[in-house]
């Protein structure tokens, strides 16, 4: 095997696992970056720059916030479809991204009302749907579906970087150099990110440059051959899809698939994983400023316990998603999650009886507990789904033209994580000034524990039958 003399330069290293693995890692990094990097100034800037009256900041707030997932969740499908349909390389899309993120820091610099702070948002938002989405197809191309566990939890540890050192530098930038400092370090990530993107060469792509030899690949024996493939058959057939019989699944086959339970339940573990996250960014930053006069710097230290637990567990949840499957990832992390929201209720009721430093000790303990379950639950819901949809490709190759509908999948995934994102901040901000902090976690908690008990009854739902039926025929 060789390759052609029209060779790009570095093809070797630009096609690599671990590059294109890092090209993806950095995009979700500069988005989450740029996205935590405003959360500790929202409050400020919209105090300072905007002239938002206090009673209006919090709504406010979810608001902005809201505005960024709801701009994801409508271009999520969008660009799911388009790297499908452009499945002979997925760059421009993935560039394009990038473009929409350079244009949104540069309004958040410059913007000095709602309305164009609100336009940056959005496209802010529209960015990371289509990093999302490409950059997680891109994953399971490079790396496979049996090693995706540890690869998104890794991913998403490194991201998590972002989430645990952006809203302190950005409260630090902010309170030592104002706008300028807090968007110059936004300009320069983008820098990189477009650099390596650009450099980057998928594997497909590759491909085309090597040139097969004329000697015959190694081959099963027939006998062989014909045993995988009967036993393959026979354990995908309950995956079979019914002919599609109206127009839109003709051309998305894919909707087809997302009647399975287990699909369903994957993407719902998704949702409410988004929710988590939107309800921390929104409260946390008020939280610190009106309970414990912080200002934007110190409001920004608290992601610092609640970042590190994800960053240092992610990739080990990860390896156990891999190895042991989502189940038990699954219904563990998310029962977890019910007594550490509940806990945090904790600093608010003691408040008379311990001094003001114990409780923020107390609370920041409390929200490393609770980086601990985002750690459990990083990967179990993009793993679960591409479980299900690999084995429904498998199963119905013709149906889907013989390209795995990745893209699209993750396309909707990242819709409803997006959509996660929306409910979030506005469904915490408003729990919160009506119920309280306390009584807000405490109907998160509620829905981590429906979430448990549905993963336990759907998640690898059809896996453990199909285990079952094979130890049945055995036997």
């Given at each position: 095997m060789g390759v052609s003399q029209s060779t790009p330069i570095g093809l070797g290293w630009r096609s690599n696992s671990f590059f294109i693995c890092f090209t993806v890692g950095i995009g979700a990094f500069t988005d989450m970056f740029l996205y935590g990097l405003i959360v500790p100034v929202l409050p400020f800037m919209l105090q300072d720059r905007v002239k938002i009256p206090d009673s209006e900041m919090q709504n406010t707030i979810s608001y902005l916030l809201a505005i960024y997932a709801f701009a994801s969740c409508l271009t999520s499908p969008i660009a799911g479809i388009l790297a499908d349909r452009l499945s002979s390389s997925r760059q421009l899309p993935f560039l394009l991204g990038l473009v929409l993120l350079f244009l949104s820091t540069i309004l958040l610099a410059v913007g000095r009302s709602v309305p164009v702070l609100a336009v940056a948002r959005f496209l802010q938002g529209a960015s990371g749907g289509t990093v999302w989405t490409i950059g997680l197809a891109l994953l399971i191309e490079t790396v496979g579906q049996e090693n995706l566990g540890k690869t998104i939890g890794t991913i998403f540890s490194f991201v998590s970087i972002a989430g645990l050192f952006s809203p302190v530098i950005g409260g630090l930038l902010y309170a030592k150099t104002g706008y300028i400092g807090v968007f110059g370090i936004g300009i320069a990530l983008i820098t990189i990110d477009f650099f390596m993107r650009l450099l980057m060469i998928e594997k497909k792509v590759a491909s085309k440059y090597v040139v097969v030899s004329s000697e015959p690949p190694e081959t099963l024996t027939p006998t062989e051959n014909t045993s995988l493939l009967s036993q393959s058959s026979a354990n995908l057939s309950h995956y079979r899809l019914p002919e599609p019989k109206q127009r839109i699944t003709r051309m998305f086959p894919i909707l087809l698939v997302l009647r399975d339970p287990g699909l369903l339940t994957a993407l719902f573990m998704g949702v409410i994983q988004a929710i988590l996250l939107g309800s921390f960014d929104a409260t946390v930053p008020l939280v610190a400023s009106s309970r414990y006069g912080f200002d934007s710097f110190k409001s920004g230290l608290l992601f610092f316990p609640l970042g590190g637990a994800?960053?240092?567990?992610?990739?080990?949840?990860?390896?156990?998603?891999?190895?042991?499957?989502?189940?038990?990832?699954?219904?563990?992390?998310?029962?977890?999650?019910?007594?550490?929201?509940?806990l945090l209720r904790l600093p608010a009721e003691v408040a008379t009886d311990l001094e003001l430093s114990h409780q923020i000790a107390l609370y920041a303990c409390l929200l490393a507990v609770n980086g601990i379950g985002l750690a459990m639950i990083n990967s179990t819901s993009i793993v679960e789904a591409g479980n299900?949809?690999?084995?429904?490709?498998?199963?119905?190759?013709?149906?889907?033209?013989?390209?795995?509908?990745?893209?699209?999948?993750?396309?909707?995934?990242?819709?409803?994580?997006?959509?996660?994102?929306?409910?979030?901040?506005?469904?915490?901000?408003?729990?919160?000034?009506?119920?309280?902090?306390?009584?807000m976690n405490a109907v998160l908690a509620s829905m981590c524990a429906i979430t448990a008990v549905l993963a336990a009854l759907f998640v690898g739902r059809k896996e453990e039958a199909k285990e079952s039926r094979d130890r049945e025929e055995n036997n």
């Open positions: 994800d960053l240092l567990l992610g990739p080990v949840f990860g390896w156990c998603v891999d190895h042991w499957g989502t189940k038990l990832v699954s219904v563990l992390g998310f029962t977890f999650f019910v007594p550490a929201l509940v299900v949809l690999e084995k429904y490709w498998k199963a119905n190759s013709e149906l889907f033209e013989g390209q795995a509908p990745y893209a699209q999948l993750y396309g909707i995934h990242s819709m409803l994580w997006s959509a996660g994102l929306t409910v979030g901040p506005l469904v915490s901000g408003f729990l919160r000034e009506e119920i309280g902090y306390g009584n």
